[in-house]
């Protein structure tokens, strides 16, 4: 699978890409991730990739041309937007893009980009929630991370995926480790119980009241 991300900040994204579970799959080769320079495109001797926006108005707007011009480049891709306006990002995205051969997210700055790249040479957009942060980058990072680790190889063990939030309409158990008591704060008895039966039932009481208690939104079908 291949993620490229079209962005004014290529270096944005060095020590991410190198540490933890999406650096290990990038040097196993079970993923490329390839950051996009958009100023390649950019005019003049300072690159410039905005203008200010028609109808006037404060900020500023990434024109059309080097955008056009980055997705060319990645024209089998699926484009995706990454826009406060956007539909709100969830795992059902993260589980269709996993599946794709090449994912291309376009990180937008200043006012966003110009409508007309959105209309004509995107397939979707999404947005990380209700709340404006200053550039698609760190939403590009949410989503190759969620992506990444749903590549199968990447996550050791299959099944810590396909136990926890989200997947059966339910935020998770708790979870503990050693030491039992800390600080006096005991870990539940069953879980110490050695009884699996006991401890099946308790993390699905708990992965249903804590949904029901914090996520009402949630349909756990
Ligand atoms: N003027 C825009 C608005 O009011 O909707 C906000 C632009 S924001 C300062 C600059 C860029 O950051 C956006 O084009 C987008 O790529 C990114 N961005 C900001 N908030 C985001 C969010 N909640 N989800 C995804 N991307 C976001």
Redesign the pocket.
């Known amino acids: 699978m291949r993620i490229s991300i079209i962005t004014i900040f290529p270096e944005y994204f060095d020590s991410s890409l190198a540490l933890g579970i999406t650096g290990r799959a990038i040097e196993r080769g079970l993923v490329e991730v390839q950051p996009i320079d958009l100023r390649t495109w950019g005019k003049g001797v300072h690159r410039q990739v905005d203008d200010s926006p028609f109808g006037g108005g404060p ?1 500023m707007v ?1 024109m059309p041309e080097p955008l056009a011009n980055a997705l060319d480049t990645v024209e089998e891709a699926h484009r995706v ?6 539909a709100p ?1 969830g795992q059902a995205h993260l589980d269709r893009w996993a599946g794709m051969d090449h994912v291309a997210l ?8 110009d409508e007309r790249i959105a209309e004509h040479m995107i397939d979707e957009q ?14 590009a990072l949410v989503i190759v991370e969620g992506v990444v680790r749903l590549i199968p190889e990447v996550v050791g063990n299959a099944e810590s995926i396909e136990r926890e939030s989200f997947r059966e309409g339910t935020i998770e158990e708790p979870h503990y480790t050693r030491p039992a008591v800390f600080r006096g704060w005991e870990v539940p008895e069953v879980l110490r119980s050695g009884d699996h039966g006991r401890i099946e039932e308790w993390r699905r009481s708990q992965r249903e009241e804590r949904t029901a208690a914090r996520r009402p939104d949630l349909d756990p079908g």
């Open positions: 900020g990434l937007l990454l826009t406060p306006g956007g990002l376009v990180c937008g700055r200043y006012e966003g980009v999404v947005s990380l929630g209700d709340y404006v942060i200053a550039g698609g980058e760190a939403a």
